[in-house]
């Protein structure tokens, strides 16, 4: 790998080039056309007129402001920000300059919006895939505690989850464990139905999240059936001048009484920058319409640093650290652990370090070529408490075992490597291709502290015995892949239509350790390491897998603001760890992983149709998508030989519920998003959403299906000082429901939300945000959330504010 690295880093230093030509300071000053307001974040990119050479990017401060130093050229300022619409001008430079421009403010996007998610910036106007972009205003303007919440507001996008912490999203049917999240370009989890993921990240950080709708296997790889979700967080960012400001926010909901504080400090100039910031947030129990959620309280923090260096003009050198942790967080319901139980976790964490090298303009054709690594970190530590029946009659000359608690540990720690270059093949076509490495190690264990009461035939106790059970539920294990990926884009017939075509393929190796159903037991602090009746679970092993896939999209300008896409896709998602190698041994039944699982496929096609006029937005997408080989779980039998004890060398079986490639599936349905500027300041907007998901092979319906459920609002801006919005969401009964799964009623629930123009403090820059969620305090049950068990209610009318100050 050093080899490799160091490989790598000579190429892209060979490739340098630097003009040599006079260089003058340009000053801008970004306002909005209609408050005459300064505009803050406003993103800058500067191209050479003739789109050959360096790029020049810029931000703007809380005062609109932006430096940049520029050869004497003419280019092409693109000055973008969600809420406005996009300037494109261009100026030559040959003396200092100072220039003010104007952004007219849009009731809503019109698709002008740059994405990073295709691993090239483009607009979302100019893809065909079906996008979802939600930026920080969003997540400022609403309660949200965890992004999942905000994300659904978006059409097609559901929330689910097992508690008020611990959320994650359903993208058209599918759940976590086939859709691939991404904390800015790199992994969270590996399309996994482990929870909580999409609560590691800090919503106060958030820049803004792009959520693909549909397969894109070709650009990362396994588990992308159902979607991407990539959450880029808040960056620094160069300047020819040196400059320093910062942001405060700070927050209270009522609900469950949660304090939230962020503060973060930036600073640059010409050749570098570096920010910094941190949260805390600490919340009590929800309150639902029926009393006081149990068990549903939660603390956070996190830290994050990033910084940016130019070793020379078109070298880019990045790196970042991220540590979000949360303790205590609770588990309303318990239902997912036997007993039921009480549970929560007692750390959860993610760490993640990542660093990156690109090199722009290196020639005519090549316009980048960037190396990037990472090293994420994720810890989950549960502390459960089984249900006991205290009023338990004494066994007369038997024994008497109690459960006292029991602690499962996960530790997942995942290194990444890529190399990818952006090659401008012509005028209008762009080639992205490169390389994609990963590897993810699990290693679990968890530890069940046990009493066990000795009583004589006369009901007296004799002994009391503790007992420490040590476990490994799911071996040591890794989950390696390497893939070659390439994508074409081609923009013809004067840019009205434009054709994406891609194609990857990966090798994949899982290997795990030989497992045991007891490691060890300790018997009143002696320990033994031999226990009796000790069985295998897994012997050591190796699996290799092949899986390939391949996309098209079609996007045509049926006229300037219409146009129609359609896009095919064969996705795959190679079995998870926990699919491969869990050991969950219940009692009286087995939750067992099978290690020979094949890859599941993915077919997928959708067709949309998009309206971007000035008064009125509309995406309208219908979809289909199929899954071969889909892994579930089947009725089975765990066969075990014991290795130790008097009982050495038997063989028995336990019925097992086993993972297996019996399935195919079926997922269809439509969503749609409707925006119409009914006059100068009012806005009304909608939105709905359906899905119908089958297992084909067993005629029987798919677990995890959000019901219908549609959005109708009303937002109204008061000139100068801010803008005000009521909605109603409702959900339709969902009766399709999969074995083992509840029914669920309809409901509805109306929210507002309340927020100002940035308005001036002395030197700093301030934005208040209001609303109220629930306003009716109705009582209601979200069907992706019912696995709290009997307690599966929402929260109730919750009260928030929140205040932005910026300097």
């Known amino acids: 790998m050093n080899r490799f690295l160091l490989f790598a880093l000579i190429s892209i230093a060979a490739f340098t080039h630097k003009a040599n030509s006079q260089e003058f300071k340009f000053q801008g000053t970004v306002i909005d056309s209609v408050s005459q307001q300064a505009i803050e974040g406003v993103a800058i990119q500067v191209v050479p007129a003739n789109a050959v050479g360096r790029t020049f990017t810029a931000t703007t401060n809380a005062n609109g402001r932006f430096t940049l130093t520029l050869p004497t050229y003419s280019y092409q300022f693109n000055l973008s920000i969600i809420g406005y619409s996009q300037v494109q001008q261009v100026l030559a430079i040959s003396n200092e300059t100072e220039k003010t421009f104007e952004l007219t403010p849009l009731p809503f996007s019109l698709g002008e919006v740059v994405v990073s998610s295709f691993r090239v910036n483009r607009s979302v106007k100019q893809l065909p895939t079906p996008l979802a972009v939600v930026g ?23 929330v689910g989850g097992d508690g008020v912490w611990a959320t994650n ?20 989890e590996t399309a996994t139905d482990l929870t909580a993921s999409l609560s590691m990240i800090d919503v106060n950080d958030i820049e803004r999240v792009e959520v693909i709708k549909g397969a894109q296997s070709v650009l990362y790889g396994t588990g992308a059936m159902g ?43 010409d050749r570098w920058y570096i920010k910094a910031n941190g949260t805390y947030t600490d919340a009590q129990n929800v309150t639902t319409p029926k009393g006081e959620l149990p068990n549903s309280q939660f603390t956070a923090n996190n830290l994050s640093a990033k910084l940016g ?110 190399l990818q270059s952006t090659w401008n093949l012509g005028e209008n076509n762009t080639l992205i291709a490169g390389i994609d490495a990963w590897e993810r190690n699990l290693r679990t264990q968890r530890e069940k502290y046990i009493m066990v009461e000795v009583f004589s035939t006369s009901g007296d106790l004799m002994v009391t015995n503790n007992i420490v059970r040590g476990e490994t539920p799911t071996p040591e294990s890794t989950f390696s892949t390497a ?28 290997k795990n350790e030989q497992n045991f159903d007891v490691d060890y037991l300790i018997i009143n602090g002696n320990r033994n390491d031999s226990p009796p009746n000790q069985r295998t679970t897994f012997e050591a092993g190796e ?42 041994d219940l009692g009286n039944l087995v939750l067992l992983g099978n290690p020979s699982l094949k890859s599941e496929s993915g077919y997928a096609s959708d067709l949309g149709l998009r309206i971007w006029k000035q008064n009125v937005t509309a995406q309208v997408g219908v979809f289909a998508n199929w899954i071969d080989n889909m892994i579930v779980e089947t009725p089975g039998e765990y066969i075990y030989t ?11 079986t336990l019925p097992a519920l086993v993972n297996a490639n019996v399935s195919k599936a079926r997922l269809y349905g439509f969503d749609l998003k409707l925006q119409y500027k009914a006059t100068r300041s009012l806005v009304v907007f909608g939105s709905g959403a359906y899905v119908r998901g089958e297992d084909t092979e067993a005629a029987t319906n798919l677990p995890q299906i959000p019901p219908l459920s549609g959005r109708f609002g009303l937002r109204y801006n008061i000139n100068r ?87």
């Open 227 to 269: 979607g991407i979700v990539n959450i880029i967080t808040k960056d620094g960012h160069f300047a020819s001048q040196p400059y320093i400001n910062g942001n405060i926010i700070g927050g209270f909901a009522s609900a469950n009484s949660s304090y939230s504080g962020y503060a973060s400090v930036n600073a640059g100039a």
């Open 136 to 158: 920080k205003y969003d997540y400022q303007k609403h309660s949200g505690i965890t992004l999942s919440n905000v994300l659904a507001n978006e059409p097609g996008i559901a």
């Open 309 to 418: 260096f130019k070793p020379a003009d078109n070298h880019i050198v990045k790196a970042q650290f991220q540590r979000y942790w949360a303790t205590d967080v609770g588990i309303p319901g318990g239902s997912a652990f036997p007993g039921p139980a009480t549970a929560s976790y007692s750390d959860i964490g993610r760490q993640l370090f990542s660093a990156s090298y690109e090199v722009t303009s290196v020639s005519n054709t090549l316009s980048s070529l960037k190396l990037s690594y990472f090293n994420q970190y994720i810890l989950r530590d549960v502390l459960l408490f089984p249900n006991i029946v205290t009023e338990v009659p004494v066994p007369i000359g038997t024994q008497r075992t109690t459960p006292q608690y029991f602690t499962p540990t996960g530790e997942h720690l995942t290194n990444g490597l890529q």
């Open 642 to 652: 014991i290795n130790t004890g008097p009982m050495e060398g038997t063989v028995d």
């Open 483 to 510: 893939g070659i990926f390439v994508q074409n884009e081609s923009r013809l017939l004067d840019d009205r239509l434009t054709l994406i075509l891609g194609g990857r393929a990966d090798g994949i190796r899982t």
């Open 169 to 188: 999203i359903n993208i058209r049917g599918f759940a976590e464990n086939r859709l691939v999240t991404l904390v800015d370009g790199f992994r969270v």
């Open 721 to 807: 000082i801010g803008n005000v919005e009521a909605s109603v969401f409702g959900a339709s009964k969902q009766d399709k429901v999969a074995e083992g799964e509840t029914t669920t009623d309809g409901y509805h629930r109306i929210d507002m939300a309340v927020s100002t123009n940035r308005f001036s403090v002395g030197l700093s820059k301030v934005q208040l945000f209001a609303g109220v969620d629930n306003l009716t305090n109705n009582s209601y049950t979200n069907h992706l959330s019912t696995n709290r068990g009997a307690i599966s209610i929402e929260p109730g009318r919750n009260i928030y504010v929140r205040a932005s100050i910026s300097f």
């Open 543 to 584: 699996q290799t897998l092949f899986s390939w896939s391949a996309n098209a999209g079609v996007l045509y300008n049926v006229a300037t603001d219409i146009d129609l896409s359609a896009n095919l896709a064969r996705s795959f998602r190679a079995p998870s760890l926990e699919e491969s190698f869990k050991f969950i």
